[in-house]
Each structure stands twice: as structure tokens, then as C-alpha cells.
């Protein structure tokens, strides 16, 4: 009797096993429709406490703002904005660094890209993209280029920049010596409330799939 019951206890374990394959969730599929609300439409951004460009040296800046236009998009990563415009710093409030205070003339436009969605948050998580911006300090000058991990969050309408090493670059830099060489890093951070221009309404963003 042992080869019969053996027999029978390792079909009925491999059936087991393709049940179990065929109710197992499938995994996440990237999204690949990403609905914009409203679109298209035209949006201003503001910060949310200081932004910090950290460049060996932490430049900051306690005012920043930025506009642009937004859109529903298609693929994955997806274009889901540009931003047309962004501003560090004012003549009243400058941004500051041990190198004195700083301007930051920015090339755009940038834009905003989604690659990945949870419903469950309503985040987005992307980057900042095309980002290039010339930086004075004094008599170091130097170019910033590459892109920025970003998230947006549907409930608060918050783009939260937080870049990592390695995604932005120095492209050329003069009169700063050691301190900032074509080999830096740089990293940006900081947040900025997102709103439909004129308004008081937070955009959303959800990614779908067809």
C-alpha cells in the first residue's frame, strides 16, 4: 500500500501547487495611463519650507516658485507636466551660502515625469526631468544639469524633491577651485505645493493601466 499512497500524496501535492499558482495575484504592472486633473491646465507651485541645493557646500533658498502646464499622458515613464518657469530666491530674500549669497538663473523647460502609482496613497513617484540651471556665488560659477527623484501626493499636492547622488551633475564650473569641480554631485531638495493657477484647487494625478 506505501507506493499507491505515495503515489497519490505526490500528485495530489502537485496539484496543490498549480492551484495555488493559478489564484496567486498577479504581480504590479507599471502604469501606463496617467490622468491628470484637470487637464490640460496651466499650474503655480510654491515651497514648502527651505530648498537646498548641496553642491559640496548647502546653498539655500527660504522662497522658491515655479509654474508651468500639466496634462494627462500615456506610457511609462510619462511626461505629466512642464515646468515653464521656476525662481530661487528673491532681492529680498536671497538664497544663501557660506560663499554668500546665490543666483540661480534656471534653464526650462523641466518637466515632470511619472513612472510609478499606489492607489492605496495616491503618490506618484517619478523625477524631475531636462533640469539645468546656472549657479553664482561670488566668483564660482558653476552649470547643474540631469534630474531630480521627485513624489507627488494627491491629498496634499505636494511634489516632494529629494534627489539622489549621481542624478545631477556639474557640467562646467569656473572660478570655484576644488570646491566645486566637474566631479561634484550636487543634490536638490525640498517641497513645493502644487496648485491649478488662480485657484485653490490641488491637482491629482492617477496612473492606470487599459
Given at each position: 500500500m506505501k507506493k499507491p499512497l505515495t503515489r497519490i500524496a505526490v500528485v495530489a501535492g502537485a496539484g496543490a501547487a498549480a492551484f495555488a499558482m493559478a489564484v496567486a495575484p498577479a504581480s504590479a504592472v507599471?502604469?501606463?495611463?496617467?490622468?491628470?486633473?484637470?487637464s490640460p491646465a496651466n499650474f503655480t507651485a510654491t515651497n514648502?519650507?527651505?530648498?537646498?541645493?548641496?553642491?559640496?557646500?548647502p546653498m539655500t533658498c527660504?522662497?522658491?516658485?515655479?509654474?508651468?502646464?500639466?496634462?494627462?499622458?500615456?506610457?511609462?515613464?510619462?511626461?505629466?507636466a512642464n515646468i515653464n518657469a521656476i525662481n530661487f530666491g528673491t532681492s529680498g530674500a536671497p538664497c544663501t551660502s557660506i560663499l554668500g549669497n546665490i543666483t540661480t538663473t534656471s534653464i526650462t523647460p523641466w518637466t515632470v515625469v511619472a513612472q510609478?502609482?499606489?492607489a492605496s496613497t495616491g503618490v506618484t513617484k517619478g523625477y524631475v526631468g531636462n533640469v539645468k540651471a546656472n549657479v553664482t556665488a561670488g566668483a564660482c560659477a558653476f552649470t547643474v544639469q540631469g534630474k531630480a527623484s521627485a513624489t507627488y501626493t494627491n491629498s496634499t499636492g505636494v511634489l516632494?524633491?529629494?534627489?539622489?547622488?549621481?542624478?545631477?551633475?556639474?557640467?562646467?564650473?569656473?572660478?570655484?577651485?576644488?570646491?566645486?569641480?566637474?566631479?561634484?554631485?550636487?543634490?536638490?531638495?525640498?517641497?513645493?505645493?502644487?496648485?491649478?493657477?488662480?485657484?485653490?484647487?490641488?491637482?491629482?494625478?492617477?496612473?492606470?493601466n487599459p
Open positions: 507599471p502604469s501606463t495611463v496617467w490622468t491628470v486633473t484637470p514648502v519650507g527651505n530648498i537646498v541645493l548641496t553642491a559640496n557646500i527660504t522662497t522658491s516658485s515655479a509654474s508651468g502646464t500639466m496634462a494627462s499622458a500615456t506610457g511609462n515613464p510619462a511626461t505629466v510609478d502609482y499606489t516632494a524633491v529629494n534627489s539622489v547622488s549621481g542624478e545631477l551633475s556639474v557640467t562646467a564650473a569656473s572660478g570655484c577651485g576644488t570646491l566645486v569641480t566637474t566631479a561634484t554631485k550636487p543634490t536638490f531638495k525640498g517641497n513645493y505645493a502644487v496648485k491649478v493657477t488662480g485657484t485653490s484647487t490641488i491637482p491629482t494625478i492617477v496612473g492606470s
